[in-house]
């Protein structure tokens, strides 16, 4: 196994539509590793405020419903599961309708110091061998990562990749929204776009999808000096 009883963290941070979560649970899956999407917890409080009625405004009750929820996930990438009290709310947290008001439960302190330490207790439960990816990964979650990096790509390829994902179903203003207007208002509270140092960056503005996720077991493989699988 690789790095057989070691740590391996892989953090990975990066914007809307580079890729990340395609990329880190493929990296996952060739590593051997768990894998964790933060940002579908993000989703999952924003889904549990909705469905309740929580106004997204009340940073309060935004803050108190991030600690009491009952938040599971599946770590095993390609098989994804995320409940909510118990509901499995996988498909539902991906409506539009979440991706428009997800930013304001991630601008939210309080909801997402307790996000954070629940995502360090994940790492912690899965014994540091782990692929983790969001927006703060490599500098607040796991700082200490064996590998960090960012995952970037230019503005029309985010945009193109993000109208491909959702299948022609929002119009160029509704992407330029979901994409850049949800970047603009989490970078409001941590910067995931400018590599911190010993952070790697990866543009895969020019690279398809498996080049890519070469392009980031290389980084691994650079950043632990050890021979990985490709």
């Known amino acids: 196994m690789l790095r057989q009883g070691k740590p391996l963290v892989v953090a990975i941070d990066g914007p809307s539509g580079s890729g990340k979560s395609s990329v880190s649970k493929a990296v996952a899956q060739r ?43 599946n ?18 947290i991906r409506e539009p309708k979440i991706s428009a008001a997800v930013s304001t439960v991630a601008a939210n302190l309080g909801a997402r110091a307790e996000l954070i330490r629940r ?22 979650v796991a700082p200490n990562a064996e590998a960090r990096l960012i995952l970037t790509a230019s503005e029309e390829a985010r945009l193109r990749r993000r109208g491909l994902q959702l299948g022609g179903t929002q119009t160029q203003a509704q992407l330029k929204e979901q994409v850049l207007g949800r970047d603009a208002k989490d970078s409001t509270v941590v910067d995931f776009r400018r590599a911190a140092d010993g952070v790697f960056t990866v543009d895969s503005s020019n690279l398809d999808f498996e080049q890519t996720i070469g392009a980031v077991i290389t980084v691994v493989r650079r950043a632990v000096h050890e021979d990985l699988p490709a």
């Open 31 to 73: 590593l051997g590793l768990a894998y964790l999407d933060t940002g579908a917890m993000y989703r999952a409080v924003t889904w549990h405020c909705l469905n309740g009625r929580i106004d997204l405004d009340n940073a309060q009750a935004v803050e108190s419903a991030a600690r009491e929820i009952r938040l599971e996930q």
């Open 119 to 140: 995502q360090k207790a994940i790492i912690a439960e899965c014994h540091h061998r782990i692929v983790v990816e969001g927006r703060d990964i490599t500098t607040v």
């Open 75 to 92: 770590l095993t990438p390609g098989e994804e599961f995320v409940k909510v009290n118990g509901i499995t709310v996988t498909g539902p």
